[in-house]
T-cell receptor, first 112, second 113 residues
Framework: AQSVTQLGSHVSVSEGALVLLRCNYS??????LFWYVQYPNQGLQLLLK??????LVKGINGFEAEFKKSETSFHLTKPSAHMSDAAEYFC??????????FGAGTRLTVKP | EPEVTQTPSHQVTQMGQEVILRCVPI?????FYWYRQILGQKVEFLVS????????KSEIFDDQFSVERPDGSNFTLKIRSTKLEDSAMYFC???????????FGSGTRLTVV
């Protein structure tokens, strides 16, 4: 069954610094991969998704992620953090007809 | 932009009572899901629903849980006899196809006392 592992339950960066949130997946077939963001007391918002097209996926709010099959990774990056990026970020994986499974989440803190 | 709507946003219920959480998926979507998130923990899959039947369910989704699409627009999750450990945020989601990314509702926070 598919699964994702998010390395680091908490990441803290300074405003303007690079954001890197790590996600590794396990899948028996080519996966679909997703990043969701959850702001405090809100629902899950799709940031971006990989569905076997381009390996570098651009999402909303300046985020992007690169699918690397050799590393089974789908890390999320943003060149310059903004205070408004502080949130919980979830990586998720789906295998074709199987349903989506989420990682444990990474809480991003942005320091002024 | 189309939204998934969940009601109520908050529900407090006594242990042992039945609760029904309601969701209105996006109108042209065919796949429907319930997930839950216990406070501070990961988002957990409960059940998926397609063509008026459950297509997959997790070990969490035991006999106390049921889902229904009663009228072609609503998608409900029923918990027959709530337990304290059912306290969580419950998210409904819908999709126009499997593995294409889901649209989530803003959730219902269920508190069992």
């Amino acid at each position: 069954a598919q699964s994702v592992t998010q390395l680091g339950s908490h990441v803290s960066v300074s405003e303007g610094a690079l954001v890197l949130l790590r996600c590794n997946y396990s899948s028996s077939v080519p996966p679909y991969l997703f990043w969701y963001v959850q702001y405090p007391n809100q629902g899950l918002q799709l940031l971006l998704k990989y569905t076997s097209a381009a390996t570098l996926v651009k999402g909303i709010n300046g985020f992007e992620a690169e699918f690397k099959k050799s590393e089974t990774s789908f890390h999320l990056t943003k060149p310059s953090a903004h205070m408004s990026d502080a949130a919980e970020y979830f990586c998720a994986v789906s295998e074709g007809n199987n349903d989506m499974r989420f990682g444990a989440g990474t809480r991003l803190t942005v320091k002024p | 932009e189309p939204e998934v709507t969940q009601t109520p946003s908050h529900q407090v219920t006594q242990m042992g009572q039945e609760v029904i959480l309601r969701c209105v998926p996006i109108s042209n979507h065919l796949y429907f899901y319930w997930y839950r998130q216990i406070l501070g923990q990961k988002v957990e899959f409960l059940v998926s629903f397609y063509n008026n039947e459950i297509s997959e369910k997790s070990e969490i989704f035991d006999d106390q849980f049921s889902v229904e699409r009663p009228d072609g627009s609503n998608f409900t999750l029923k918990i027959r006899s709530t337990k304290l450990e059912d306290s969580a945020m419950y998210f409904c989601a819908s999709s126009d196809r499997r593995a294409g990314g889901y649209t989530f509702g803003s959730g219902t926070r269920l508190t069992v006392v």
